[in-house]
């Protein structure tokens, strides 16, 4: 069994030069991974990210720390509002959801998202989405387990599909 992970928690602050480096580190080790595409970001990416992040107000990040190793950075969640004209309120898409190979399945994610909901709530969101790879089991029960389902509106028609066109 794992230890306990104490953890901090906080928003990132996009102007701050050391919570920038640990988003692009994090998100670099992501898209590493088979689950983020097995490529690192790019030298543009990583150049331009948080500039690009701090201009855009519709965006925001949370990171996790494992105090029990010296604040170690563990966690990352990128999140933009979106807005459900269905509901004409904001919504909130939960766009990368990060957390080390050496603290998956210790709850980091789960309490990351719980702050991701709560700062949802106060921008007055109807809603969290997110998307997942359907080979990604232990994400997926996660995102069950907490109340997360497949989109649908009428069943009869089935639930969404998330698809991508490059420009």
């Keep these: 069994m794992l230890a306990p992970v104490s953890l901090r928690l906080c928003r990132v602050d996009y102007a701050d030069p050391e919570h920038v480096r640990i988003l692009v580190d994090l998100l670099d080790g992501y898209a590493r991974d088979p689950a983020g595409g097995g490529e690192p970001l790019s030298t543009f990416v990583k150049a331009n990210l948080p ?44 766009h990368d959801v990060v957390v080390v190979a050496t603290h998956r399945g210790q709850g980091i994610g789960e309490q990351m998202l719980a702050l991701v909901e709560q700062l949802a709530r106060e921008r007055g969101a109807c ?26 509106l009428e069943p009869t028609m089935g639930h969404a599909l998330f698809m991508q066109k490059w420009l």
């Design 127 to 152: 809603k969290l989405t997110l998307e997942v790879l359907s080979g990604n089991t232990a994400a997926t029960r996660l995102y069950r387990r907490i109340g997360f389902e497949n989109y649908q």
């Design 51 to 94: 500039a690009a992040l701090r201009s855009r107000p519709f965006m925001f990040s949370v990171l996790a720390f494992d105090e029990t190793q010296d604040s170690m950075p563990v966690g990352l969640i990128n999140c933009v509002e979106g807005f459900s004209t269905f509901a004409c309120q904001p919504l909130v898409n939960i």
